[in-house]
């Protein structure tokens, strides 16, 4: 049916012109209200630019310019401005607009858009200068209010520093005005360059005017995940834990390799380059506490910051690496190596990681990446326990909604089958609510993922897809700084991950071809908090000429240091060996007199026998077992520093050892730290003669230092060497200064006495005590000798042959 035809009169067109008239003074009030940006991209011809940041910006003029702001778009480089004119207008060249919108009016907003974007060079500070003179002669020239600038960093990282400082000399905004300086990874190489780099452009920066950018944390599938659970509050609340996740898996496979960016790449490898940023934040997302306000950005950043807080500690036995089989050629390649160059960078790798709080305890959070994998796929995928019995055969079971089948929530990040971002969540577990800028989706006929077809799942993907650099720009813009990487965030992250890249730094990835022959080569599977091939490693794949010895290669070897037995291995087989041990003397304990008093060091060596001991060692009879400090820290118990505490985070708060078993130090009475008046010495001497008998600990715990203390007997301070004191009172060289310790003669009463001695940077005191006698003054190590019991020595290879 044809529309009647529109009947106009003049009443009407004068109320038309009247509207229009007052559109267009709202849109100039507005513009006059809502100011004028100015956006200098950095780099504005490189290869982060041409691919989506000129994009990004495009849409975000498109967005937004409607709104009331005004905008000025500067590219800048290095290149001259002829030549960087040119390579600049050949990456707008392919801009695009919304598929809905008509090509006439794409042309339109292209040709404006063009026209508000120069190049410039930036290299001197005059240059810098310049830009500024130029952006505020351009406001004053068109009567505009400065709203903010924007700087975005599309360099190398090696060029912030100049960046930064010109930034901030010249080319700071007016006052009322923000600035907003946008910064892409890498931020940094391990924990301390990270710090570096923070403090580098702190001295220019201010905290709120920084945006690092995980591009992660634009992926539409990503950035729902928060919004997704407070929509879906009723349905998860009470699926969102321990007892009803069996595991979480955040994954992101490549198809490409790194040929190319080797230089970059060897210098980082799929850790750095994707585990440490962009799984990381997925992980935070998925595993912090919801806040009651999921827009409040400082509220985000909280309960963010705060799930690093309870990350438990990775060890080596956490990850394992892998790197495909023609890397080492393409580094040699590239960077110019000699042929018997074999790279240790790992293009692959799978990392457990466990949260240490109530609602995660025991849940396995899988991350996992590499390149030359057989598919291109991202997603977190949370798989739920399955705890349903059905007593009703298959045939019987409601289609899809079976209690019995799969129950899973998957965050699908992109392409892989399903190609597209997308929100699946099982049928039987809800149906959830989703914002309407989701809608239902359908995929191909016969298409299953994760174990179950599609029409298993309610699956949810965006209307519009939206590239991750253009959905933060947009973010950028409205200062939403809960979708960016806080300095204390980014450090938070680098203090978790760099031990684990330093422990494995020397360790041989296993070789896999690339592609669908990797067949199952990489899989893998984990048990008692560590991860393992499932596979042996095939012989050929070894690197030649000579492969490094593994760990395995070795056996424990047995000897004597000092006259007493000595136990040597990797570290890893150390500690299992010496986690044995003390479990077998435990229980020998129990057997005999009913109970077990250990006394254990703190310091970092024993950490990892904590983390053994909780996790792999179900037979240890810690119902009956009591647990004594050797020595502790003159600050209160809830201290990071305070040994207690490192007990508590490693060994205590996973195993089920009875409160009244446990007997910390009492450092801190009457609301002060080891005051002598309070006597908290001999309230805990009064403890072990009260409860060990003859005050002879089953096993001591110690440790030695790269001075040669023990314990905290220091050398040079004779508290403690000798005398009838149990517990003293100490001064360590090294901060916090005030320590309690067991005494000498105490220790040598023991039963038996372990001391564990770890690391590189305890070869040489190792050399120098196994040559000194008994003197406990300059070395109070030497002094140890159980007069009844037992010496054993537990050392690393790494400490004992260097
Ligand atoms: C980058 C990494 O941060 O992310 C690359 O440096 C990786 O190595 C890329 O290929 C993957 O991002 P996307 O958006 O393709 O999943």
């Known amino acids: 049916m044809l529309a009647e035809p529109f009947n106009w009169h003049p009443g009407m067109w004068n109320m038309l012109i009247v509207a229009m008239c007052l559109a267009l003074l709202g849109c100039l009030q507005a513009q006059e209200l809502q100011g004028h940006v100015s956006i200098i991209l950095l780099g504005a011809t490189g290869d982060l630019a041409k691919k989506y940041l000129w994009q990004g910006l495009f849409q975000l003029y498109l967005d937004e310019a409607g709104r009331g702001h005004s905008f000025s778009f500067h590219g800048a480089a290095l290149t001259a401005p002829k030549q960087g004119q040119e390579l600049m207008a050949k990456a707008l060249e392919s801009l695009s607009c919304p598929k809905d919108m008509a090509p006439s009016h794409c042309a339109e907003h292209k040709d404006q858009f063009l026209q508000l974007s120069q190049y410039r060079q930036l290299k001197t500070a005059e240059d810098y200068q310049a830009l500024n003179k130029d952006i505020k002669a351009q406001l004053q020239h068109a009567g505009l209010r400065e709203a903010g600038r924007i700087f975005y960093f599309s360099v190398p990282p090696f060029a912030y520093e100049d960046i930064a400082r010109n930034i901030n000399s010249s080319c700071r905004p ?389 006259e007493s037995p000595l136990v040597s291995a990797w570290s890893e087989e150390l500690i299992s060996k010496l986690a044995n041990d003390i479990e077998a003397t435990a229980v020998r304990a129990v057997r005999r007199f009913g109970q077990f008093h250990l006394a254990l060091s703190g310091g970092s060596s024993p950490v990892a026998l904590f983390q053994q001991l909780a996790t792999a060692h179900y037979g240890f009879p810690w119902a009956h077992t009591h647990l004594w400090l050797v020595d502790e820290r003159c600050v209160p118990l809830s201290d990071p520093e305070s040994n207690f505490q490192g007990l508590q985070a490693h060994l205590l708060q996973h195993v089920r050892i009875p409160y009244y078993n446990i007997h910390p130090m009492p450092v801190h009475l009457q609301q002060r730290l080891c005051a002598e008046e309070d006597q908290g010495a001999q309230i805990y001497a009064r403890e072990i003669s009260a409860l060990v008998a003859n005050s002879s600990f089953d096993l001591v715990l110690l440790g030695m230092g790269a001075d040669g203390h023990t314990a905290s007997l220091f050398p040079q301070s004779p508290t403690g060497l000798d005398g009838e004191q149990l517990v003293v009172l100490t001064t360590s060289p090294s901060q916090p200064h005030r320590r309690m310790s067991l005494s000498l003669p105490l220790i040598n009463r023991a039963k038996k006495v372990a001391v564990l001695v770890m690391g590189r940077m305890k070869r040489e005191i190792t050399t120098l005590v196994s040559r000194v006698g008994h003197e406990p003054k300059k070395w109070p190590i030497s002094g140890v000798l159980p007069h009844s019991g037992q010496l054993v020595w537990y050392m690393d290879y790494d400490a004992f042959l260097g």
């Open 174 to 562: 007016g006052p009322g005005a923000w600035l907003r300086v946008v910064l892409e990874k890498p931020f940094g190489h391990d924990h301390f360059s990270a710090q570096q780099l923070a403090t580098e452009l702190g001295t220019f920066f201010q905290e709120e005017e920084m945006y690092r950018v995980d591009h992660y944390l634009g992926k539409q599938a990503v950035a729902q995940i928060l919004p997704f659970r407070d929509q879906n509050r009723k349905a998860l609340d009470g699926l969102w834990n321990r007892h009803h996740v069996e595991r979480v898996e955040i994954i992101m496979k490549e198809t490409v390799d790194a040929e190319g960016r080797t230089s970059f790449y060897e210098e980082y490898g799929v850790i750095r380059d994707v585990l440490q940023n962009h799984l990381t934040e997925v992980l935070t997302l998925v595993a912090m506490e919801l806040p009651h306000n999921v827009s409040s950005a400082e509220a985000v950043l909280r309960h963010k910051l705060q799930v690093f807080q309870v990350l438990r500690g990775l060890q080596r036995g956490s990850a394992i690496v892998g790197q495909y089989q023609s890397y080492s050629e393409q580094v040699r390649r590239e960077l110019q190596k000699p042929d018997s160059f074999h790279s240790l960078t790992p293009t692959f790798a799978a990392v457990l990681v466990h949260i240490d709080n109530l609602r995660w305890e025991g849940v396995p959070f899988i991350l996992m990446s590499g390149k030359a994998l057989d598919e291109r796929v991202g997603y977190a995928r949370i798989l739920f326990k399955n705890q349903a019995c059905c007593v009703q055969s298959e045939k019987h079971w409601a289609a899809a909604q079976s209690q019995c089948l799969p129950r899973q929530l998957v965050f699908h990040i992109g392409h892989g089958d399903l190609g597209s971002p997308a929100v699946l969540v099982s049928r039987n577990l809800f149906r959830p609510s989703l914002p309407s800028s989701w809608k239902e989706m359908e995929g191909p006929p016969g298409l299953r993922l994760f174990g179950s077809p599609l029409s298993d799942y309610y699956a949810y993907s965006p209307v519009q897809e939206r590239d991750a650099h253009s959905v933060l720009l947009s973010h950028i813009f409205h200062g939403r700084k809960d979708f960016f990487i806080t300095t204390e965030n980014l450090l938070a992250s680098w203090d978790f991950w760099t031990p684990l890249l330093e422990s494995l730094a020397h360790k041989a990835p296993r070789l896999y071809p690339g592609g669908a022959e990797n067949g199952r080569l990489l899989d893998f599977e984990f048990s008692s908090g560590r991860l393992f091939f499932s596979q042996q490693q095939p012989e050929q794949l070894v690197p030649g000429p000579g492969p490094a010895p593994m760990p395995s290669d070795f056996q424990v070897l047995r000897a004597k240091y000092r």
